[in-house]
C-alpha cells in the first residue's frame, strides 16, 4: 500500500518498504519541456482557481483521484447537462437512466471484466517497480531502473472491489462498476418497456466509474475514479453500420461546433481489423490533441450483441425483442458513444488555455501579458461577472448581479482594482463582465468587456438581459 507526503511541489510516494518514489504534481510522463510546461501551468492555475485538485490533500494525496472545486464542479456540470441535453432531451429516441454503481457481481462475470479485464504487468526485480508491458518501449529493460531482471508478464485486473454486507468473505465480494454501459444492458427491458420505446432506440447514462489503473498520468486524463457519458443505441443488425455512421457524424459535430474543437485539436482513429472485438463490425477513437500528445476522448463502438446476449447466457432471462411487425423475436444491435467527462473537462481547458500580450495597461496592470481560458460560453463556470466600480455602488450593483444570476452562472465581485478582477475573470474564463459605475446610477448603463477582445461597450441595463443572451447563447 502506498502512503503519500507532501515535500515542496513534488508528490513523494511511500512504499510498505519505506522506499521514496519522487512524482510530478502533475503525474506527466511525456519528457518535452515545452508541452510540460503548459501542463504544468494549468494544473498550477487549476489549483489555484479551485478548478481541481488532489484528492485528500492534507493527507499527501492519493494517486489517480482528484477533487473538483467550486468552478471545476460548475464546468462538469456544464459539460454533463449540455451532453445530457443534445443526446437525451433533445431527441426522442434516447431514455436516460440512472443506475447503481455496485450491481450484481455476476453482471462482471456476464461482461467479461471479471475474467479480462486488466493489463499485462511485468515487476522489475531490480528496483521493484511494476510496469505496463504495453507501454514500455523496450520490453525487456525497466524504464524506471534499466534493469533486465523482469518478471514474466501477468495480468492484473483493473476491477475494484468492495464486500457487502458484514462479511468479508468472498461469497459477499462485489465490484464497482468499471464501465456505466453495463447496467444499460441488464435494465435494457425495463427502460423499453416503461418508456414504450421501439427499436431503434438508445438508452444514456452519466456517472462514475472506476479502474484500478496501474499508472494514473496526465492529470486528470487517467484517473481511478472518474465519470462516464455513454449511450447506448439498439437497432436491427441489418442498420448497425448506418446507425454507427449517423453517431460517428453526431459525435463530430457535437466538439466541432457546441464545444467549438477545431479540425487540428480532434481526429478520428478508425480501428483496423486487428484491433477490432471478434463482436464489433467497427469502432473509432475521437482522439483530441492534448499538450502531452493525442489521447482518446471518445470510443464509438458498434458492440453486436454480445452484451445481451452474455446477460442472456449469465443471467438466464430472455433479452430478446419482439417486432409485432415481422412476427420475430432477435436479439438487438447496439451501437455505442463512449466519453469521459474529465477527459472532455480536460480537453476543455487545454483547448481554453491562451496567454495573451495584448495591451493590458489601460486595464490597470502594469505588465502586458494575462492567462484567459477562452471556454464557449455555454461551459463557463461563470459565464456573467458583476463588479461595481466601487464598494460605495456595492447596493445596486447587487441588485442586477441578482436579476442576471437568474438566467446566467453568474458571481459578483467587490474587492481589488477593476482590473485585477479582470484578470482574475480571464482566469477562470468568464466570457463577460458587467461593470456597474457611478454614471450608471445617473443613465441607467452599464459597461460590458469582453474577454476574448477586451473591448468595452456601453449596454442600457433594460437590454442587458437580451445583449446577454445574444452574446452567451
Ligand atoms: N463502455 C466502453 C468503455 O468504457 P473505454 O474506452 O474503456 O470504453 C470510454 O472508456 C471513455 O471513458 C474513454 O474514451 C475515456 O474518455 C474515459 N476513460 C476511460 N478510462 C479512463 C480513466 N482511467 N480515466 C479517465 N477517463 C477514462
Known sequence: ????????????????????????????????????????????????????????????????????????????????????????????????????????PRVWKASGHLDKFGDMMTDCRSCKARHRVDQMADKTECPNCGSTDLTEPREFNLMMKTFVGPVFDEDHAAYLRAETCQPIFVDFHLVRITARQKLPFGIAQIGKAFRNEINPRNFTFRSREFSQMEMEFFCKDGDSMEWFEYWRGERLSYYRDLLGFGEEEIRIHDHGPGELAHYAKAALDIEFKFPFGWGELE?????????????????????????????????????????????????????????????????????????????????????????????????????????????????????????????????????????????????????LRDRDTMKQERVSVDALGEVLRERLG
Open 1 to 104: 500500500m502506498l502512503v503519500g507526503a507532501r515535500r515542496g511541489r513534488a508528490w513523494i510516494r511511500v512504499d510498505a518498504k519505506g522506499k521514496l518514489e519522487k512524482k510530478k504534481e502533475t503525474g506527466m510522463s511525456d519528457k518535452n519541456t515545452k508541452e510540460r510546461g503548459v501542463m504544468e501551468k494549468l494544473v498550477s492555475l487549476c489549483k489555484r482557481r479551485g478548478f481541481i485538485f488532489h484528492s485528500s490533500e492534507i493527507y499527501g494525496g492519493i494517486n489517480g483521484f482528484w477533487d473538483y472545486g467550486p468552478y471545476g464542479v460548475a464546468l462538469k456540470r456544464a459539460v454533463e447537462s449540455l451532453w445530457w441535453r443534445y443526446m437525451v432531451e433533445d431527441r426522442d429516441d434516447v431514455e436516460g437512466l440512472d443506475s447503481t454503481i455496485i450491481c450484481h
Open 299 to 447: 470510443g464509438v463502438h458498434h458492440r453486436g450483441t454480445w452484451d445481451l446476449e452474455r446477460h442472456q447466457e449469465f443471467s438466464g432471462e430472455s433479452m430478446e425483442y419482439f417486432e409485432q411487425e415481422t412476427n420475430t423475436r432477435f436479439i438487438p444491435t447496439c451501437v455505442e458513444t463512449s466519453v469521459g467527462v474529465d477527459r472532455t473537462v480536460l480537453a476543455l481547458l487545454c483547448h481554453a488555455y491562451d496567454e495573451d500580450t495584448a495591451e493590458t495597461k489601460k486595464e490597470g496592470k502594469s505588465e502586458d501579458a494575462r492567462v484567459v481560458l477562452r471556454f464557449p460560453a455555454v461551459v463557463a463556470p461563470v459565464q456573467v461577472a458583476v463588479l461595481p466600480l466601487s464598494k460605495k455602488l456595492a447596493e445596486p450593483a447587487e441588485k442586477l448581479y441578482k436579476d442576471v444570476r437568474r438566467s446566467f452562472r453568474a458571481e459578483f465581485d467587490v474587492t481589488g482594482s477593476i482590473g485585477k478582477r479582470y484578470r482574475r475573470q480571464d482566469e477562470i474564463g468568464t466570457p463577460v463582465c458587467v461593470t456597474f459605475d457611478f454614471d450608471s446610477l445617473e443613465d441607467g448603463a452599464v459597461t
